[in-house]
């Protein structure tokens, strides 16, 4: 093996390690909420000025996009659909609403996006889950992202991330084509 793809090895083994403590700290979070243990120095996720509120028969719910869900204004984690959150490009902590009619149909609406930038990576797979290693980072990326732009393990990646805020999901904004 020579030196560079071993150095590229060891800052991926490296990245994989530390997102795994970030999933180890936000599995220890959510245990702690669950057995109603304070967490209240917990500041990642900001759901301030979010509402919860009918308007006429339909129900209007406010909350933050965490990568894998919502979390609402009412503490409900809710699944958004995959092919709109990659076609929104929606960034972790992206604040958004849904309209909730009375036939059970939801639409979607980013409200406030958060503070981002766009940063090139390269396209790894863990298990099942693509995910992306940039600037010593590991980011989740959805599957639905990576196949509409036709992307194999090894291919450089635009992430979109929050600017200034940790995340450990990144939107893709576009697949490179290899030279």
């Known amino acids: 093996m020579d030196n560079k793809k071993a150095i590229k090895a060891v800052q991926d083994f490296i990245s994989s390690a530390d997102k795994s403590l970030k999933n180890a700290n936000k599995l220890l979070a959510e245990l702690m909420k669950e057995n109603d243990i304070d967490f209240s120095s917990d500041s990642s996720i900001d759901i301030s000025g979010l509402h919860k509120y009918e308007n006429g028969d339909e129900k209007v719910i406010e909350g933050v996009y965490t990568g894998e869900h919502m979390l ?23 604040k958004l609403k849904v309209t909730i009619a009375a036939n059970g149909q939801m639409r979607y609406k980013q409200i406030a996006p958060i503070e981002r930038k766009t940063i090139m990576g390269l396209l790894t797979k863990e298990h099942e889950n693509y995910q992306v290693v940039a600037e010593g980072k590991t980011y989740d990326v959805l599957t639905a992202a990576v196949t509409h732009f036709g992307g194999e393990i090894g291919d450089t990646v635009a992430i979109i991330v929050p600017d200034g805020k940790e995340a450990t999901f990144a939107a893709v904004d576009n697949i490179l084509p290899k030279e």
């Open 72 to 94: 609402w204004v009412d503490d409900k984690k809710y699944p958004i659909p995959a092919n709109y959150c990659s076609k929104s490009k929606l960034v972790q902590w992206d």
